[in-house]
């Protein structure tokens, strides 16, 4: 690595974090110094404005020109990143009793990003304290199924534009989306009926999207799919999702808690030579001082495992499993994002772990655990339900 690339790297950690951000650090989250939102990106962000339906555009500009400028694809990819919000120079205002916190996955267009990303937030709103989490989730799809989803969405426009209020016909004609969106007593019958976007979704993004279904089904987590949901049309894709928590009164929404979209061709939109496929959420809580005590990133416990996945089962199990030994305060390196065994125990050896935990879709079905000793290269299959106890003795018999 040359100098250069060392300053740059030293100039964008974080050395101190919270609670939340410890928790970030087990899912394979860097806590970095979020970059500056400068006058440059607010002017190249004015293009968006019109569809911007969580206010953040702003942000998304600066975060993929700070990738771009710092040349972050040199480092290992995905890129997965976290930090306090708002950023510097935003004007996204916080409550002065709450938090919010970002978290970045950049240079993977993989369904895992998704499956990571939901998992880590899952996690952090319940050591908060919040109970019966549910996700609002939705798709647009690539390029081809926006494309088509808006022809069918003004098709049904233009031929229900007798019945459209004329309060609410100008709205629906500057933006067809204000259908799905407008809650408008008026709009009930004519919203029921619509064109969904999910319904427009190309193969691609099918199978995509029935990848992140399936990985929050083996979370175990409650969804439905809801098609009031959107991201920007202007510059994002395929997942859109919000996390909120059921207070149990009939027809209530819930308290939003969290949201995230992908957005994969912002970089292009601003003058980049190619697409960052990228996906970012955001968490907004009650302030907890208990979350929010000062944690050195230094003294995180350096894990002494790595765990290895191989196949699409094998890598939602992974993720449960990495939740099951962090509440058990065993620390795990992994890399979830990445598909193929050897780059994964190259990183095991990198890491200087003494063990590698391999799932793959053998061990999956089972519920099992390899565990190989990385130095004398012996092994051993363990049962998930016996995994803590043996990594336990593991750590004791090092000591």
């Given at each position: 690595m040359s100098k250069k690339e060392v300053k740059i790297e030293k100039n964008h950690l974080e050395s101190v974090t919270d609670k939340v951000g410890e928790i970030a650090v087990h899912y394979g989250f860097t806590v970095v110094k979020p970059p500056h939102i400068t006058s440059d990106d607010t002017h190249k962000a004015k293009q968006f404005k019109d569809f911007d339906y969580y206010g953040d555009i702003e942000e998304k500009v600066a975060l993929t020109r700070w990738y771009n400028e710092n040349r972050l694809d040199l480092e290992a990819q995905p890129l997965a990143i976290h930090?306090?919000?708002?950023l510097p120079g935003s004007t996204?205002?916080?409550k002065p009793a709450v938090e919010m916190y970002g978290f970045e996955i950049m240079g993977s267009i993989r369904s895992t990003s998704e499956a990571l990303l939901l998992k880590c937030i899952l996690a952090i709103l319940s050591d908060l304290g919040y109970g019966n989490l549910y996700i609002d989730i939705n798709s647009i799809g690539d390029r081809e199924s926006i494309s088509r989803f808006e022809r069918e969405l003004g098709s049904y426009f233009r031929k229900h534009i007798h019945v459209i209020p004329s309060k609410l016909r100008n709205e629906f004609k500057k933006n067809h989306y204000s259908i799905l969106?407008?809650?408008a007593p008026e709009n009930k019958e004519l919203k029921s009926n619509?064109?969904?976007?999910?319904?427009?979704?190309?193969?691609?993004?099918?199978?995509?999207?029935?990848?992140?279904?399936?990985?929050?089904?083996?979370?175990?987590?409650?969804?439905k799919i809801k098609s009031n949901i959107l991201s920007n049309k202007l510059y994002a894709s395929y997942t859109v999702f919000e996390v909120r928590s059921l207070k149990g009164k009939e027809n209530d929404e819930g308290e939003l808690l969290a949201y995230g979209y992908r957005y994969n061709h912002l970089a292009k939109k601003i003058g980049g030579k190619r697409d960052i496929p990228s996906i970012g959420a955001t968490i907004i809580v009650k302030k907890n001082p208990k979350m929010s005590k000062k944690v050195l990133i230094k003294n995180i416990k350096r894990p002494k495992f790595y765990l290895v996945q191989l196949g699409a089962i094998a890598k939602i199990k992974a993720l449960n499993v990495v939740e099951m030994l962090r509440k058990n305060k065993i620390t795990v390196?992994?890399?979830?994002?990445?598909?193929?065994?050897?780059?994964?125990l190259t990183g095991a050896e990198y890491m200087k772990a003494s063990h590698v935990l391999i799932m793959g879709q053998k061990e999956a079905i089972e519920n099992s655990m390899v565990v190989r000793n990385l130095v004398n290269r012996e092994q051993e299959t363990v049962a998930l339900n016996d995994l803590v106890n043996f990594l336990k003795g593991l750590e004791k018999a090092k000591k």
């Open positions: 930090f306090k919000k708002p996204q205002r916080k969106l407008n809650n619509a064109p969904e976007p999910v319904s427009s979704l190309s193969e691609i993004s099918r199978m995509h999207f029935k990848e992140v279904l399936e990985a929050i089904e083996m979370f175990e987590a409650p969804y390196y992994h890399s979830i994002t990445k598909d193929k065994i050897t780059g994964q």
